[in-house]
Each structure stands twice: as C-alpha cells, then as structure tokens.
C-alpha cells in the first residue's frame, strides 16, 4: 500500500531564506507520480510542483525546487528566498503510475511559518 | 478558467439529517475526488469518480455516497449525518494522467 509521510510538523525561518520540507514514501510500483501543494490561511489548496518518477532532474518552478532521491523514497520541496506570503501548510502526495487505481495520497502536513 | 466550484461553502445540520454537497468543474475533466481534512488526520480520500456514473471507493467512504451524472458535477451525498463527519470536504478534479489537482474552496460541514 502507498504511503506518504511527513516528518517535521512545523517549521520556522527567517525572511529571505532557503528552507527543505521532507517527505518520504512507500510505494510497490516503478512508475509513480510526487506533487506538493499549499493550503494558505484561507483553506485554499493550491499546486506548486511536481516530480514523475522517471525523470532524473529535479524539478524547479519559479522559487520551488524538488530534491528527489528515489533511491532514499524521498521527495523534499526547497523554497528559496522565503516571503512572509509563503507561510502556509505545504502537503506532499504521491500517486501510482499503474494499475485501475488513481488514487492521491497525501502526508499530514507541514506548517510554515515565515518571520519577517 | 479553470475552477472548481463547491456548494454549500458553510453547511449546519442536526444528526441524522441528509446532507449534499455539490461540486462542479469547467475543465471537462474526467477523474474527480473528495476529501475531508481534520486536524491532525491531513485530507483522507473519501470516493475517486473516473467519469459518469464510474465511481470507486476510497479509503474512509463509510457513511458516504456520490453521484456523478454529468461529467462536469460530482455530488457527495450523507445520508443520516453523523457528529463524527463534521469536517472540512474537499472536491478536486484531475487533469491527464499523472497530472495535478484543482482544488474546490472547500466546505465546512457541521453536524449537531
């Protein structure tokens, strides 16, 4: 069965810095697809990135960067150069490639917090 | 525009009574989910739609039914509502395979 986990709850940074979010997950099959999205202060979820698990290059999408280490089953998200507005809750899910199923699972979560 | 549209965004009901909640798409998008997020328990997947009238359970589905009849409309239906699923419900629909998420608003369903 897949599994998505989080392992840091919270995190806390100064203004203007780089930050890592970790997230690991367990999965059976070879072909699988990593996303993180962000819940801001409203409730709302939105997408930011994503990882196919073919793909050896990391992903980069404006100030959001991917570490993928498939052979550790871990995908962190990096935030460079972090602005008040980035503080949010940051959800890492993962998707098989294979099979009927299209299920996304998400981890629990990591908070945020930006201090200016 | 790409939205994800929910209906009712703030819901109050009494135990046992039915509770709907609506969601519709413009993407013409062919999966569509639900979820419901508590504290401390993330968004726990309810039921996926691969497209009309082709639904599938997912994790947590007890106490729920869908309906999807139109491929841009998927409907999360409770029959006789519990305290316990008083939560935050969110609808999402999928573009390609692999592809991401677009995320309704959210609804806060409560149930006294």
């Known amino acids: 069965a897949q599994k998505v986990t989080q392992t840091q709850t919270s995190i806390s940074v100064m203004e203007k810095t780089t930050v890592t979010m970790d997230c690991v997950y367990e999965t059976q099959d070879s072909s699988y697809f990593l996303f993180w999205y962000k819940q801001t202060a409203s409730g709302e979820i939105v997408f930011l990135i994503r990882?196919?698990?073919?793909?050896?290059e990391n992903a980069t999408v404006g100030h959001y960067s991917l570490n993928f280490q498939k052979p550790k089953s871990s995908i962190g998200l990096i935030i460079t150069a972090t602005q008040i507005e980035d503080s949010a809750v940051y959800f890492c899910a993962m998707r098989e490639g294979t099979g009927n199923t299209r299920k996304l699972i998400f981890g629990l979560g990591t908070t945020l917090q930006v201090q200016p | 525009d790409m939205k994800v549209t929910q209906m009712p965004r703030y819901l109050i009901k009494r135990m046992g009574e039915n509770v709907l909640l609506e969601c519709g798409q413009d993407m013409s998008h062919e999966t569509m989910y639900w979820y419901r997020q508590d504290p401390g328990l993330g968004l726990q997947l309810i039921y996926i739609?691969?497209?009309?009238?082709?639904?599938s359970e997912g994790d947590i589905p007890k106490g729920y039914r869908v309906s999807r009849k139109k491929r841009e409309h998927f409907s999360l239906i409770l029959d006789s509502a519990k305290t316990n699923q008083t939560s935050v419900y969110f609808c999402a629909s999928r573009t390609g395979r692999g592809g991401q998420l677009y995320f309704g608003e959210g609804s806060k369903l409560t149930v006294l």
């Open positions: 990882q196919d698990s073919y793909k050896k």
């Open positions: 739609s691969y497209d009309v009238d082709s639904n």
